[in-house]
């Protein structure tokens, strides 16, 4: 492989994004091209990086080094793994530039929303590419800024101003034990590349406590960016971003990197049992509350949103349970399958004028054939029907849960029977029945820039899971393979459709939500609510105590009982008469006069 | 060299209060410092390393005090920090109503003694230049202060000249707890001795607290910072950008250049203390930033509650925290100065700049929206900047430190609530964009108008410092490593 390939690939949308910021500002129509061509580009080099058959190997530059103290390079791991990511992150970030480029046609911001866009393509393909922690955790903040970038698109709205700070800041508290971990292995080890700490790790021998530690605290980076419990609170806020970010940021890539870096440095989770324990309950407990939410919820971005939240659950348990070829291969399909829900999604908000309550749709089978059937496609592959894509990975996450933990496995399987419910809700409630606004009635598939991308991904959903799955389990040495149960199998059919059935069953010609009994999933477990009176009586507490203090204490009696009190007032007020300089002078003396003192007192 | 390049804003300085044009010789005068540090940054032999461009005149020689100026590689990143920084200061200037002239000769006088206490090695000529940097700052703020700037400017008076009268103390000390025979004001020689233990372990204490308690109020350390964030609400915007910015990074500068090396034990003795004072930079500081409700006092907050880490980084005592620090220095003072000189510009809109009178400034002011948004990611240790590199090199070298070995698990801990304030400073810093800069617009700002034309230059100046040195920070690490290594040779 040429070795020029990967830097191409990260810096590329690096250099549209700053031609678009610096200077194509003021001309929205030529910084799309450049971003959708810088798109395309990217995906053509990641399809020749896929075929090149050079061995895996690093290639590196130094970037902050100091002798033997400590060496972060910018360094490109190309192996199995990253090579799969480049194409889900380039294939699916070129179909939503294409896409966007209808769907933000008229936005007043538009060379600002491309420039953003490729600012994310760069941030994230550094996260797949990076050889060590350190870049890792560089690129991290990075799709952070640009995901708070997008989110705030429309910074004009309060809402999404407030869900673009809510963002990074969950995030940065993610960050925080991310950073905390990378120094706990950095101290052992002296090092923060993959394979050398891979090797230090296995040499060393740390204690299983100390291991646990680092590597529940680096879990901690996964919790803010895969918006795991308890930092999900973010992710369905971010559904007030451009509707084609959602899919791509917020379905598809970013959000898949917290399980990417834990496929990435399993190395580290495999000899930490216990931290595994933690991942896979945690990853099992989003996965079933998220799927629950999202059954009362009446906003079509926002069932996506739980929907992602609880699929990633999925993934995250499913490296808890030692199958991180699973998970990774869930992720590949998800991604396919969910960055058509999403675009299919915003074709429908775009012809409704941004309607996005799934009451005021409905009847949309007839009006948007294109969209409906890729919509279908997605939905039977996200609810797991036999013979699409998330079919199979599902499949494979249930086996695994099913071999190490039954229990797991029983929430798995609720999940699973949810997903099948929520989202037959959803497809019914939109696309069946009669129009329920009059924003229905002139409803029209989009143009091709906007179909084209459905049914390339519609195709993807189909058959990304045929065939693939070795590729995934190649990735990391030593996996036990758990033999193929046709009991799961079974079960996971079955659990499918009864959702499925139950949910047309309760949905079909309804004109209003029949179920209203269940508030605590209407109201998302009150975790935001919770979280603001927490929020209110430590940090905004504290921060109010120490503003008081540092202006009533420390500076009113400390600072003017010093001056004002000892030498009392009309002294201090001649002096500033006169000037600072004299006052000045003055203290500059006394300063002399102590020193003298002490001077002759030492000696 | 460096003659040339200290006496050019002093001259200039005693030409405008002489009735030059005012503007125009600072421009002249700043630019032409500035191109010349920046040449003496390119020449300087990075293989030789060392002192360079030494100029040296025996003043007292019983006491071996000299006007001795030389550059290493951490003197040379202050002086390109200070330069560029006093560019931007000049050239942000708005149009001064009343005494022009001394206004511009006062801004030249702070970036003359700056730059003087940056590249001289000499500890009187160090000290003295400081203080000649410091007096014009109090006049800046007492003459052409907004709001209560007479109070304002009679408590920095004191904070800052008891600082220094603390720090004069603490110097003297020093010199005296060299064994005589080996006493001299030369801070060449005293570097290259402290290799040595020059200094006898018993008697280090003493001074080293002076120093640091003298740097430390210099440089707004916890509890003795409430001075700083007053002063930059209430000074002019030059003149927050070059103490912000520069000045205050001369206690920081001192610390690293003479109570490191020179005093090794007594900073030992003291880490558990420079510990507790800097968490309380960090988060108590931290604290009362989120709590402020005026965009210019939560920038000088947040500016003291950045000093913890550069203390930190100092506390370490290792290579890899005191480059950190070093390198953090350069970068907030180029943030900061960015964030005092584009909220100066609101100020002629908004005198107060409440939270509450701001709103929805980026659809009107999308320059000033972009280049503050840029300088506040870069101040909470945004990848990209500067900031970012420093920081990092701040918790790693923080975290492994192996110095005090008692208070290794200590250290642990401060580096945890130092990332804790990188939570903190997101908290704040997101908060006050939103209020100033999203949301809907409010009405009476309609009419405000945007940085136009060559308004936009200094911004970018200090930006693409920034940015360079956070995309490269290797350019920089390489400079100043080899001048560290001198200073932590023990």
Redesign the interface.
Known sequence: MDPHLPWFILINPLVAAALIHIVL?RSPSSAAFISVCSACFGLIAAIGVWFSHTPAESIEV??????D??R?PIGFTIDSLSKIMLLVVTGIGALVHIYSTVYMASDASKARYFGNLSLFMFSMLGIVLANNF?MM???W??VG?SSYLLI?HW????TA??A??KA??TN??G??GF??GI?ML??ATGTVVFPELSAKLADIQLSPAYLTAAALLIFCGTLGKSAQLPLHVWLPDAMEGPTPVSALIHAATMVAAGVYMLARSYFLFSAAPAAQDVIAWIGILTAVMAALIATQQDDIKRILAYSTLSQLGYMVSAVGLAAPDAAMFHLFTHAFFKALLFLGAGSIIHALHHEQNIWKMGGLSGKMRMTFACFVVGYLALIGCPGLSGFFSKDLILLAAWNSNKLIFLLALLTAFLTAYYMTRLVVVVFLGKGRSHSTDHAHDGPAAMTLPLAILAVLSIIAGWGTEPFFSHSFQGLQHPAHSSFVLALAVSVFALGSFGAWKIYAGKTEEPIRFLPFFLDKFYFDEIYAVLIACT??L?????????KWI??SV??RG??GATWGSGF?LR??QV???Q??SF??G???V??VY??VL?? | MLNLILLLPFVAALLVLLGAPARKTALISSSATFLLSLYTLLSYDQAKAGFQFVFSKTVVPDWDLKYLLAVDGLSLLMLLLASVVALAAVWVTPRIERRENLFYSCILLISAGAIGAFVSQDLFFFYAFHEVA??PT??LI?IWGSGDR?AV???I???L??G???L??GL??LH?AIPTGQRTFDMIKLGQLSGSGLIPAAAQARPFVFLLVGFGILVSLF?FH??AP?AYASAPAPAAMLHAGVLKKFGLYGLIRLALPLLPDGAKTWAWLLLILLVGNII??G??????KRLDLMLGYSSVMHMGYIFLGIASF???GV?GASLLMFAHGLSIATLFGLTGYLRQFSPTLAFDSLG?L??QM?FLAATFGAAA?ASIG???FAN??AE??V??GA??TSFAAPLSGNFKIA??FA??G??IS??YM??AY?AG?????KADSANWTDLTGSLKLPFILLLGFLVLSGFF??LL?NLV?PALQVLLAH
């Not at chain 1, 130094?62 to 002798?67: R, T």
């Not at chain 1, 910074?155 to 309060?158: A, I, L, P, T, Y």
């Not at chain 1, 504290?542 to 540092?550: E, F, K, M, N, T």
Request: proline share 4%; aromatic share 16%; no cysteine.
């Open positions: 500002r130094p970037w902050l080094s100091l002798g103290d400590l972060i350190a955790f560089i690129f903040e990075l800024l705030g910074f004009s709205k309060e101003a407030a673009a700070n990074f800041i940065r508290i960050d925080f950073m905390l120094l950095w101290a940090h905004d504290l921060s109010r105590i120490a503003a008081w203090a540092d420390l500076d400390v600072v010093l001056s201090l002096f500033l000037g600072n300089l006052a000045y203290l500059f006394i300063g002399i102590i020193l002490l001077l030492g000696k | 410091l007096i109090f006049l007492g007479r400017a009679w408590k008076t004191i904070y000249a008891l220094s009268a603390i004069l103390v003297l000390d005296h509890p409430t001075w007053a108590y500081v604290f009362a930033t989120i709590g402020q290792n290579q890899v480059t929805g980026a659809k999308p990611f945004l990848p990209g970012f590199a990092l090199l918790f790693f975290y492994k580096t945890g990332l804790w990188v939570v997101a908290v997101l908060r939103r800069f999203l949301g809907p617009q920070p290797n690490l490593r």
